[in-house]
């Protein structure tokens, strides 16, 4: 079974505070992504990548930056934490084909105060 | 403009009942893909079913069944004899063919059966 794992489910952090959120699968997938979870929102993504060192922006980028050092493990990085980032965030991994769904991991509930 | 609705935030549907969750997308794509996630408390995202846009017959996976109407842009997911277990956020997701593998999702339809 394919897992992915994030380093925390939960997460309370200071405003302005640097954050990483890491995500690690274990499937060999190529891509993976980092969405966030908002209440009447859905999931939008943030960043996502589809190889090392490689990354695009998503839909919500600002404010987020990301690292991909090796094929297994994805990084969140919030550069200063503000009180709008307060959020569920979820990572995702999938192979590359049209029909390959995606796996996702557990989720890290964030809250910045 | 949204790419995916779900028009039902909320619905309750009585035990070994079926009960329909709509979706409906916007696309100018001819080759894309159409997924149904079901979220539970816990919240992870669980893959349940999904469709191609050329794939002639509806998907199905278990009591999970879902009702593509290609001309309508609609991919409702029908979930048969449901059960309390079934009570979750539901989430419809689209990816385009030239999206880079990126999912849309829609704001999703929190599901609630009643015993």
């Known amino acids: 079974d394919v897992k992915v794992t994030q380093s925390s489910r939960y997460l309370v952090k200071r405003t302005g505070e640097k954050v990483f959120l890491e995500c690690v699968q274990d499937?060999?997938?190529?891509?993976m992504f980092w969405y966030r979870q908002d209440p009447g929102l859905g999931l939008r993504l943030i960043y996502f990548?589809?190889?090392?060192?490689?990354?695009e922006k998503g839909d919500i980028p600002e404010g987020y930056s990301v690292s991909r050092e090796k094929k297994e493990r994805f990084s969140l990085i919030l550069e200063s934490a503000s009180t709008n980032q307060t959020s569920m965030y979820l990572c995702?991994?999938?192979?590359?084909?049209?029909?390959?769904?995606?796996?996702f991991g557990p989720g890290t509930r964030l809250t910045v105060t | 403009a949204q790419k995916i609705t779900q028009t039902q935030p909320g619905m309750f549907v009585q035990e070994k009942e079926a009960v329909t969750l709509d979706c409906t997308y916007d696309?100018?794509?001819?080759?894309?893909?159409l997924f149904w996630y079901k979220q539970p408390s816990s919240g992870e995202m669980i893959f349940l079913i999904y469709?191609?846009?050329?794939?002639?017959q509806n998907a199905t996976e278990g009591r999970y069944s879902l009702n593509f109407q290609k001309a309508r842009k609609s991919a409702n997911l029908v979930i048969s004899a449901s059960q309390l277990g079934d009570s979750a956020m539901y989430f419809c997701?689209?990816?385009?063919?030239?999206?880079?593998?990126?999912?849309?999702f829609g704001s999703g339809t929190r599901l609630l059966v009643r015993p």
């Open positions: 995702a991994s999938s192979l590359t084909g049209s029909g390959d769904e995606q796996y």
């Open positions: 499937m060999d997938h190529e891509n």
């Open positions: 990548s589809y190889d090392v060192k490689m990354k």
């Open positions: 696309t100018s794509d001819q080759s894309y893909g």
């Open positions: 469709q191609g846009s050329y794939d002639e």
């Open positions: 997701a689209m990816r385009e063919q030239d999206s880079s593998y990126k999912l849309i």
